[in-house]
């Protein structure tokens, strides 16, 4: 067969690079960057070998499979498959309610258009409050601090790095992550412009980490201390009287409340907490505020810690305070072609904690429960207890803290159903794995992650491959089990997919500057021919705030306008959005929001707190993975073990460790195993480990990770100790003790 070039995009992580892909018949012979890709320009990392990789894996599955009595498992079909769901999912609703099946998503679904919408659905049929997703694990602060300040939680600000001439990174590796909540493909470069431009960047972060590296100036902080430390900061804007509001003057609510709140976080007072000195703080305060434009971005590091949404807060608080935000070169907003803004908030902004938990009592955030509610769930015993779950491109058994707990709680249950690529550590208590389509064998648009984009474009990418005869979309798959959960089975699958169409469509219509004139009947008519996940996507295009209306903006987009650009459309740079990006019931920005703000007492408390010796914990990423879930692709997986324990050396000869001795690790809910590599990059008092490993015990069906399986940081990260406003667990700064084996 001739070869091919298809273009398509990366779906692994929150870059969205554009990647060549070239084929002959259904073999794919290399996939590289495209170099005309409107937002990437030819950048990718190695995980876009993984894209091969993952549609060649001989250990991704390719047909359900079932559980046997013996605990093996059998290849089915799809319709035994929907029968057997709909039987003993039905079992459990029937006997003891809807909130007796809990429903779990996890990142990959972010990556799936099509998916991303059918999991709305499906959770619709499902009727359950028992909804959980990997956001709160990792992004729940930043959503909870948007949806405070400005009324939605995707209407957060992303660093306007192109055009910045200070950046300030606090807990954040975008030389390795290439950007989380930040889509900038090629990061590196961009960083590079900075510094050429005469600009400057500074990280902050406990570990001098590949991004630190390149900085013009890295600060080793404490962990848990980046909103103390932001909050001295803003405590000199106001001391020294710098506060500028640039182009947000008058659209601020609660500055006097916030001028009282930083008075008391003086840089003196925090110092020694944080870890870094008075003089540095007051200076970096200036810069900020001197800075031609500056831009403060934070990440993993400031979400996943004791007080997450405390610095995702003062981030943006920083950036409205010295004039950085919405404006060029600050802290700026998207403006994506497709928002999802109306589903989050068809009853007006946002609200959080509007229900709360059966058995601990936590918040709803978003319509869901953090991750440590799930296992209380199946625990507690009595009305409403989750015996069944369906898990969807996830592996909480992973990523969850206490994760040996959850993995107690998931081997308990009546019945679980997964859509999984594998049989990895959590699919292996289903007792149905359903399997999906390979990302190239499915066209792609960024739905959700364009939210966070440094740039605005839309990239529609067709499917390169025709999916194998066994295989089906995520779409397809959820909508049938809704189908059937709902009764609806005998159904046409167009019948259904267009009062699906119609709901989502009356969603986005109510935020459209086409609503007056537009009405549903007419968006169904004039939708595509047929009315699945594609033709949501048309609808939530041509409503968008660059769409064409339905024919009402002749100039305006469709999906098959973005279609005719194989590379990409561009659609400008980072534009001011303020005043009517707001969502928030006053029409303002919100700068001391109460649920916010009622933390500040539990700051205070660490900040009064003695000094601790015990060395203190922190995850990191690494470039050749993403989660948990590309430790089975050879070419990722080869070369030197990366799932290893950073310490200082003064911290190892305290301890009699050298690097490459073998030690433990222990937590008060567990311990494991590791080697040791001793580095100056990390601070004295910290220590390292990826997230995402652990691939051993029965069950697991992945070849290639299970010969470098790595230790798994969750089964000692403690699940009771978690971020108050949002719920989040406490992923790093928990207290461990490292001895040499």
């Known amino acids: 067969m001739p070869e091919q070039t298809h273009y398509a995009t990366c779906t692994i992580c929150e870059a969205t690079c554009g990647i060549a892909v070239e084929t002959s018949s259904r073999e794919i012979l290399r996939v590289r960057g495209d170099e005309d890709h409107v937002l990437s320009r030819g950048h990718v990392c190695p995980k876009a070998i993984g894209m091969k990789e993952l549609q060649e894996d001989p250990d991704r599955l390719r047909t359900p499979l079932r559980r046997t009595a013996s605990g093996d498992y059998e290849a089915i079909g799809w319709d035994e498959a929907y029968a057997l769901v709909t039987e003993r999912l039905g079992a459990i609703r029937e006997a003891r309610g809807n909130d007796a099946v809990a429903l779990y998503r996890g990142n990959p679904c972010i990556h799936d258009f099509s998916t991303l919408l059918g999991v709305q659905v499906l959770n619709r049929a499902l009727g359950t409050k028992n909804v959980f997703s990997a956001g709160p694990v990792d992004t729940w602060p930043r959503y909870v601090q948007s949806g405070s300040m400005y009324g939605g939680p995707l209407r957060a600000t992303v660093p306007d790095v192109d055009r910045t001439d200070y950046l300030l990174m606090l807990g954040a590796n975008p030389l390795v992550s290439n950007g989380s909540l930040m ?66 003057a008058g659209l601020v609510n609660g500055l006097d409340e916030l001028e009282a709140h930083v008075a008391r976080y003086s840089p003196e007072r925090v110092a020694a ?151 990895n550590e959590t699919t292996r208590y289903a007792d149905l794995i359903l399997p999906t389509t390979a990302p190239l064998e499915r066209p792609q648009y960024d739905l959700a992650l364009n939210h966070f984009a440094v740039h605005n474009v839309a990239v529609w990418s067709p499917a390169v491959l025709e999916p194998e005869a066994t295989m089906l979309d995520g779409w397809t798959i959820q909508l049938e089990l809704a189908k059937r959960l709902m009764g609806l089975g005998a159904l046409a699958n167009e019948q259904v997919e267009t009062i699906v169409l119609q709901q989502f469509a009356d969603l986005a219509r109510g935020q459209s500057r086409f609503a007056d004139t537009l009405t549903i009947e007419e968006l169904v008519e004039r939708s595509r021919p047929a009315p699945g996940p594609v033709a949501i996507l048309d609808a939530l295009i041509r409503l968008g705030p660059h769409g064409d209306g339905f024919g009402r903006e002749p100039k305006g987009l469709t999906l098959e306008r973005i279609a005719e650009h194989p590379h990409g459309l561009d659609l400008g740079a980072l534009e001011p959005m303020l005043p009517g990006h707001l969502a928030t019931a006053s029409g303002k920005i919100e700068a001391t929001p109460p649920r916010i703000t009622s933390d500040l007492p539990r700051l205070d408390a660490w900040l009064a707190g003695a000094p601790s010796n015990e060395l203190v914990l922190i995850n990191r990423r690494d470039v050749r993975s993403m989660n948990s879930w590309l430790h089975n692709l050879p070419a990722l997986a080869k070369g030197r073990d990366r799932c290893v324990l950073l310490l200082h050396p003064e911290d190892a000869a305290n301890r009699e460790i050298e690097s490459g001795d073998k030690v433990r690790i222990r937590s008060n809910v567990g311990e494991i195993e590791a080697t040791a590599q001793l580095t100056t990059d990390m601070k004295p008092g910290v220590v390292s480990l990826p997230h995402g490993f652990g691939h051993h015990g029965s069950g697991i069906a992945l070849q290639v990770a299970g010969r470098k399986p790595g230790a798994n940081v969750n089964a000692i990260t403690d699940d009771e100790a978690f971020d108050e406003p949002s719920g989040a667990s406490m992923l790093f700064g928990g207290s461990v003790e490292v001895s040499r084996l």
């Open 183 to 248: 889509t900038a493909p090629g990061i590196r470069d961009r960083m590079a412009a900075i510094q050429a431009r005469g600009g400057k960047i500074v990280v902050v972060d406990p570990r001098r980490s590949e991004t630190a590296a390149r900085a013009d100036e890295h600060l080793f902080i404490e962990p848990g201390g980046d909103a103390a430390f932001l909050l001295a900061l803003i405590h000199v804007v106001f001391e020294e009287g710098r506060l500028d509001l640039g182009s947000c």
């Open 273 to 423: 907490s944080c870890g870094i000195d008075a003089a540095t703080m007051r200076r970096i305060a200036r810069e900020v505020c001197e800075a031609p434009s500056a831009a403060i971005y934070g990440r993993m590091g400031t979400c996943v810690q004791r007080f997450g949404t405390l610095a995702s807060w003062a981030i943006d608080l920083l950036a409205l305070v010295t004039g950085n935000l919405d404006r060029p070169g600050g802290s700026m907003f998207p403006n994506p072609a497709a928002p999802l803004h109306p589903l989050f908030e068809a009853e007006g902004p946002v609200e959080f904690g509007r229900y709360q938990s059966r058995a601990g009592g936590r918040d709803e955030v978003l319509g869901e429960f953090p991750l440590t509610a799930l296992v209380e769930e199946i625990e507690t015993a009595g009305e409403g207890q989750v015996r069944g779950l369906v898990t969807i491109a996830c592996n909480p058994a992973r990523t969850m803290a206490n994760s040996a707990r959850l993995e107690r709680a998931l081997d308990s249950l009546e019945f679980m159903v997964s859509i999984d690529y594998y049989r």
